[in-house]
């Protein structure tokens, strides 16, 4: 089985600042690994995902997450944050023979101030 | 992109009735849909996999008398709690796969309060 945490339930950060939001795994299997954002009254959208290659994977808006296969990580950053990332970030992983079928962790509130 | 509309996003019922949950794909053909639940402050944990055409899959734990999941074409999925009790109260999320893009993209979820 699949588990995921996400450590930090609420990131409260200023405008412009870097910000980083851990996320860890446990599997007994090979995984893909994906982080999805949720903007209020949203649903889910896919920010990144790493399924195979290499190992630091970049989303259009300035995000990038790196997956650590020893430490199990999967951490996703930005090294100036706006306003607009204010959101819900979660982390999930799926099975790589269950490609669809997700794990997701707590998720992380991303507070961006001005 | 691919949109997923789920319906509808607040509902509110009285405890013993039940309470039906829709989710469509708008502009792809889902052969398999997944339902999720969300309890405050936790994770979205995996309710069942809904299957086009046959039974749906329900995780361990999952009762599946009281939540009934009915995927009867390519772009629908309904979840149905019934006889539902205030501890059936959460937030509800589907996804949906497509299979030409690998990607499963998700609803914006129901907030079902029992009362």
């Known amino acids: 089985a699949q588990s995921v945490t996400q450590l930090d339930s609420q990131v409260p950060v200023f405008e412009e600042a870097p910000v980083e939001l851990r996320c860890n795994y446990s599997s007994s299997v090979s995984v893909y690994l994906f982080w999805y954002v949720q903007y209020p009254n949203q649903g889910l959208q896919l920010l990144l995902k790493?399924?195979?290659?290499?190992?630091l994977v970049e989303s259009i808006n300035g995000f990038e997450a790196e997956f650590n296969k020893s430490q199990t990580s999967f951490h996703l950053r930005k090294p100036s944050v706006h306003i607009s990332d204010t959101a819900e970030y979660f982390c999930?992983?799926?099975?790589?023979?269950?490609?669809?079928?997700?794990?997701f962790g707590s998720g992380t509130k991303l507070n961006v101030k001005p | 992109g691919a949109v997923v509309s789920q319906h509808p996003s607040r509902v509110i019922c009285k405890s013993g009735t039940s309470v039906k949950i829709e989710c469509r794909s708008l502009d792809f053909q889902a052969t398999t849909m997944f339902w999720y639940r969300q309890f405050p402050k936790q994770s979205l944990m995996l309710m069942a996999t809904?299957?086009?055409?046959?039974?749906?899959?329900?995780e361990q734990g999952v009762e599946k008398d009281k939540f009934l999941i009915n995927h009867a074409s390519l772009t629908l999925s309904t979840l149905t709690v019934t006889s539902a009790h205030p501890e059936d109260s959460s937030f509800y999320i589907c996804s949906a796969s497509d299979r030409a893009r690998a990607e499963a993209f998700f609803g914006q979820g129901t907030r079902l309060t029992v009362v």
């Open positions: 790493y399924l195979s290659g290499s190992t």
């Open positions: 809904s299957n086009e055409g046959s039974k749906a899959t329900y």
């Open positions: 999930a992983v799926s099975d790589q023979n269950n490609f669809n079928k997700f794990y």
